[in-house]
């Protein structure tokens, strides 16, 4: 589900070196070079930016605290990578990355193409990952004239096929966000009391989030009336007693984003809200059943509509998602929408959510897992309607 994401990330940013050692990017880089030698390129670039950034922190460790980087991969060298810092945050760049050749750019398409020439790779074929999806216009153009001998090819959908299994790090990076987001959740229904705020609630589980190094926190609420109309940011909206509320957070902790969302009432829940409680629980079911390997994610889509079986709460779900892949980009491929050819692999990670409205009510069910060919692990599994302690 897309929210607005910071211009300027604020929290933890450091490299758990326990978490993620080396060891783990050596055996990326060498994955990259297996690629980069079987598409027969001389080089690849490997683009991100502070919004999305999965392509090079999963080569380099390094994440953008504003604006983008780029990394250089020759098939026949050392890597290099571009930050938007300046001369003096070299040394603290260094202690976020593994590459050793950092160098900073205030212009980006002039010192690619100086770093490119210093390499001797100005007639190169290069991969492109990253870069024609989200590279401004003006520094292609820049790029493109400074190197008119060279050769650009589209790489991006291996590097997307490559992440999307993840291996044994970063399972242990996802379980520490996860762990976060079920705390900052798991608090909403300690603390929430008729009379408070959705902004009071909503500090609150931020809170939980970075004191447990959160890089990376998005929060949005409905409380009351809300709930029959949409989830927003946390505003000056005052909960009653009888209400429910809808939370969705995801955090982001060395990286890895993890993702849930639960429904909580300030009193017994309603029928009506009962009712809808159990459609979405057991939409979300019908995915995580169908969430095996080599599943085709239109069919998981189908099975989630099927079992919602209300035009309007359909209607709803589908314009928040139904979900998705989640790793170091909040929302990843695949995507679990209509008409999709993609087939889920071994490890995969998804994000999935039932959110909806119907006539002036609302649930919020969201759960992350692990695809595993005997059935999906759960990293933060769905609950609700939760009565909130009084």
């Not at 490997?46 to 999963?58: I, S």
């Not at 003096?88 to 050793?100: F, G, M, N, S, V």
């Not at 990253?130 to 790029?143: H, M, N």
């Not at 995969?348 to 006539?359: C, E, F, K, V, Y």
Request: charged share 25%; aromatic share 6%; hydrophobic share 45%.
């Amino acid at each position: 589900m897309r929210t607005m994401h910071p211009v300027l990330k604020r929290g933890g940013l450091f490299w758990d070196r326990e978490l993620l050692p080396p060891a783990c990017y050596a055996q990326r880089f060498a994955r990259i070079k297996a690629l980069i030698d079987e598409s027969q390129d001389d080089a690849w670039l490997l683009y991100g930016d502070v919004e999305r950034y999965g392509h090079v922190a999963w080569f380099s460790n390094f994440l953008p605290r504003t604006r983008s980087a780029l990394a250089l991969v020759p098939r026949e060298d050392d890597p290099a990578i571009l930050l938007s810092v300046g001369q003096r945050d070299i040394p603290a760049a260094k202690t976020l990355t593994w590459i050793d050749d950092v160098r900073p750019f205030s212009k980006l398409g002039t010192q690619l193409c100086a770093l490119i020439k210093d390499k001797g790779l100005t007639r190169a074929c290069f991969g492109l990952v990253g870069v024609e999806e989200q590279l401004a216009l003006a520094d292609w153009t820049d790029i493109t004239a400074g190197l008119p001998d060279a050769r650009w090819e589209t790489r991006t959908e291996a590097v997307s096929r490559l992440r999307q299994s993840k291996d044994e790090w970063e399972l242990a990076a996802l379980r520490r966000s996860a762990a976060a987001v079920r705390a900052a959740l798991d608090l909403v229904a300690d603390i929430a009391r008729p009379g408070m705020t959705t902004r009071e609630l909503g500090a609150a589980a931020d809170r939980v989030l970075r004191c447990r190094a959160a890089e990376d926190v998005r929060i949005l609420i409905a409380g009351g009336a809300q709930c029959g109309a949409s989830l927003r940011p946390p505003d000056d909206q005052v909960v009653q007693a009888g209400d429910t509320i809808m939370v969705y957070v995801t955090g982001e902790v060395q990286r890895y984003w993890a993702e849930g969302a639960r429904t909580f009432t300030l009193g017994p829940a309603s029928p009506t809200l009962l009712v809808l409680a159990a459609r979405a629980a057991e939409a979300l079911a019908a995915m995580r059943r169908a969430a095996v390997p080599g599943a085709s994610v239109s069919d998981i889509w189908a099975r989630a509509n099927a079992a919602l079986d209300d035009p309007e709460l359909r209607a709803s779900a589908n314009a928040y998602g139904l979900g998705h892949g989640i790793g170091l980009d909040a929302e990843e491929a695949p995507f679990i929408t209509t008409g999709s050819n993609e087939l889920l692999v071994e490890g995969a990670t998804l994000a999935l959510r039932i959110i909806g409205h119907r006539a002036g009510h609302g649930i919020a069910l969201g759960e992350m897992i692990v695809v595993r060919a005997r059935g999906a692990d759960i990293l933060i599994e769905s609950s609700g309607p939760v009565l909130c302690a009084r």
